[in-house]
């Protein structure tokens, strides 16, 4: 019987990656590898409540929304996630992945939309990076990178372009919240003439005092 330990269960407005501002409902699992400098999500590291798969996939039912993402902490290192995906799929929901890129993606279903994280230096975790995911990703998947100085920006530029991912898979560059001006990363794109996508965390915006369930 496959189980997984999740941190919430809840539906929100998207607030990151291309599929922002659509509703949708989020399956937080808890536990993660990494240990990011800018984590926004501490209280999934650990933790969390055992729920068998049948009764993830009653509360995602009563929940109504067309968009499912799994989310984390680190989805994939739970082995029921990729059981969890499929049968979300099976269900008919548009699929999400968030993940930090550091684990392999082999296991993901080929519907699911994955949208990976690359670890800028800022993070600490750059040394994580699993380069070989890279290979994995279509066009209808995405690269996130999330940026706290002009320093992570340039990484961010140069590995996109080295990597051969412009053009190949959508990107998102993000600000980290309170650390980088949204308005500064915009003006560094603009002057570079890089065709990605300037991403702010849409649900601080609607409801900036809420730090979970959003």
Excluded at 30 to 53: H, I, K, Q
Excluded at 163 to 184: N, Y
Aim: net charge neutral; charged share 25%.
């Amino acid at each position: 019987m496959t189980t997984l330990q999740i941190s919430e269960i809840f539906s929100s407005i998207q607030g990151e990656s291309h599929w922002a501002g659509y509703p949708c409902t989020f399956v937080r699992l808890a536990g993660c590898n990494l240990d990011c400098a800018y984590c926004d999500t501490r209280y999934a590291r650990a933790g969390g409540e055992s729920f068998r798969l049948a009764d993830v996939l009653a509360a995602v039912d009563r929940e109504g929304q067309a968009t499912v993402e799994v989310t984390g902490g680190e989805p994939l290192a739970q082995p029921g996630a990729p059981a969890l995906l499929q049968a979300l799929v099976d269900r008919g929901h548009r699929v999400l992945l968030e993940t930090n890129g550091s684990l392999p993606l082999d296991a993901v279903p080929e519907a699911v939309r994955i949208v990976m994280d690359l670890k800028a230096p800022g993070s600490g975790m750059a040394d994580h990076n699993r380069w070989d995911n890279l290979h994995r990703l279509g066009a209808r998947d995405e690269v996130k990178v999330v940026c706290r100085d002009r320093a992570d920006y340039r990484w961010a530029r140069d590995t996109l372009g080295e990597r051969g991912l412009l053009g190949r898979v959508r990107v998102s560059l993000s600000p980290v919240a309170g650390r980088l001006d949204p308005a500064e990363l915009a003006r560094w794109l603009l002057e570079d003439r890089l065709d990605v996508r300037l991403q702010v965390q849409l649900h601080r915006v609607l409801w900036p005092d809420r730090h979970r369930g959003v």
